[in-house]
């Protein structure tokens, strides 16, 4: 604290022992990447609703006790909130359901994979969510993504047109919306399965263009 001389630091808050030199400060963002507006599920957002009515409940009780420095998750007293409150119950909920052994840090990982799974690849978007500074931190994480969905397809592809399994009997084609014929060695069914997914169709169509 001496050494920065208040450099970037908005605010020193109060020790919870007199004995401790320790002290827990609120800074400004490290880049401007981490100054960010998030857009939030509706049951996220509901979640909070109800954290603040609890906090707006505790505040009316303790009155001049609680400490109130505008924070979104504070201590019941109004302070900041240790990395214990996090650290302590995901390590009991580890134990309690036999999960892998993760740190909490390990979630943004997970959220860029999943947003990427679920917009098609949107790396802009989700860039702007997890608020990495350079894209290539997000683009590592969808690679192993491609690569998990070209292992899928290759599968697809060899039980598809080698092993003529049914994979998905509820699956049927539309083919008032396809007029090309479809050869009596290839499935229907497992023909649309295939073209369902996105880079599969990109895939032949380049294929289909080479061979004209």
Same mark, same amino acid.
């Given at each position: ?70 924070? @979104? ?6 302070? *900041?909130?240790? %990395? ?5 119950? =995901?390590? #009991? ?79 049927? @084609? ?6 090309? *014929?479809?050869? %009596? ?5 497992? =023909?649309? #399965? ?19």
């Amino acid at each position: 604290m001496d050494a920065l001389d208040g450099k970037d630091v908005l605010l020193v808050f109060p020790t919870n022992h007199k004995k401790n030199s320790t002290v827990r400060i609120l800074k400004t963002p490290k880049t401007e990447s981490r100054v960010r507006k998030i857009f939030l599920p509706k049951s996220v957002a509901n979640m909070l609703v109800d954290w603040k009515a609890e906090q707006d409940e505790m505040k009316e009780i303790l009155g001049d006790e609680y400490m109130d420095y505008n924070l @979104v998750m504070a201590s019941t007293f109004g302070l *900041p909130l240790g %990395d214990g409150a996090i650290r302590g119950p =995901l390590k #009991k909920l580890i134990e309690d359901y036999n999960l892998p052994p993760v740190v909490f840090h390990s979630f943004r990982h997970s959220s860029v994979t999943y947003k990427l799974k679920l917009n098609g690849g949107d790396i802009k978007a989700v860039q702007g969510n997890s608020g990495h500074a350079q894209v290539n931190m997000v683009t590592d994480v969808y690679s192993h993504i491609l690569d998990d969905d070209r292992r899928k397809n290759a599968e697809l592809f060899e039980e598809a047109f080698y092993e003529k399994k049914n994979l998905d009997p509820q699956m049927h @084609v539309q083919q008032e919306n396809n007029n090309a *014929p479809v050869a %009596d060695e290839v499935d229907p069914e497992l =023909l649309a #399965k295939v073209l369902a997914n996105p880079e599969m169709r990109a895939l032949l169509n380049s294929l289909a263009k080479t061979m004209k």
